[in-house]
């Protein structure tokens, strides 16, 4: 079966660094996206990675290695904003989304 | 660009009715759109893809003739929730994919978060 696993929730504190890991099991394989969740609202895209390596983006990153089925997504200088929950999803060989169950990120002062 | 609108964003309705969801693309062409449910604390269930001109294609476990789907235009798709009951409510949300590719990346409406009594 296909299978997108992330951490459920992380907190980090304001300022800081964070990297939240996504890693999956797909039948084949066009990409990887990571949106932006807040609460009660629609998602947001973030970014998308289809080959290996790191894509930078004013504070955001996403890394990729499809050898590991592995992605993260790392956020610096984290400001209150960002508290969110985070989604990785993976376009199949259908191109079809899988969804992972998002992870929630609480940024403390 | 790639704007997508979805009305209303809230409703309330007594079990038994039926509501129904718009989802727009505003400054673009949709030629399929995607309808989602959250409920608390889930990730997105796709429910089902709207095809402009033709039948919505379901996903497996979702009654078609429930959630009513038309994408009659290349701008407006609906999601109709026929003889709602109290497990109906959810986060609904539509998207659609920017122009461009198969790759081009999903752009949400703000959903539409309906609760029946």
């Known amino acids: 079966g296909q299978n997108i696993d992330q951490p459920t929730e992380m907190t980090a504190t304001e300022g800081a660094i964070v990297q939240i890991n996504c890693t999956y099991q797909t039948s084949g394989f066009n990409g990887l996206f990571w949106y932006q969740q807040h609460a009660g609202e629609a998602p947001t895209f973030l970014s998308y990675n289809v080959l290996d390596g790191l894509e930078e983006k004013g504070r955001f990153s996403s890394f990729l290695s499809r050898s590991k089925g592995y992605s993260y997504l790392l956020l610096k200088e984290l400001q209150m904003k960002d508290s969110a929950s985070y989604l990785c999803?993976?376009?199949?060989?259908?191109?079809?989304?899988?969804w992972g169950a998002g992870t929630k990120l609480i940024i403390k002062p | 660009g790639a704007v997508v609108s979805q009305h209303p964003s809230r409703v309330i309705c007594k079990s038994g009715t039926s509501v129904k969801i718009e989802c727009r693309s505003l400054?673009?062409?949709?030629?399929?759109m995607f309808w989602y449910r959250q409920f608390p604390k889930q990730s997105l269930m796709l429910m089902a893809t709207s095809n402009e001109g033709s039948k919505a294609t379901y996903e497996q476990g979702v009654e078609k003739d429930k959630f009513l789907i038309n994408h009659a235009s290349l701008t407006l798709s609906t999601l109709t929730v026929t003889s709602a009951h109290p497990e109906d409510s959810s986060f609904y949300i539509c998207s659609a994919r920017a122009p461009g590719t198969d790759f081009s990346p999903l752009h949400f409406g703000n959903g539409t978060r309906l609760t029946v009594t």
């Open positions: 400054d673009f062409q949709a030629t399929t």
């Open positions: 999803a993976v376009m199949d060989s259908n191109y079809q989304l899988i």
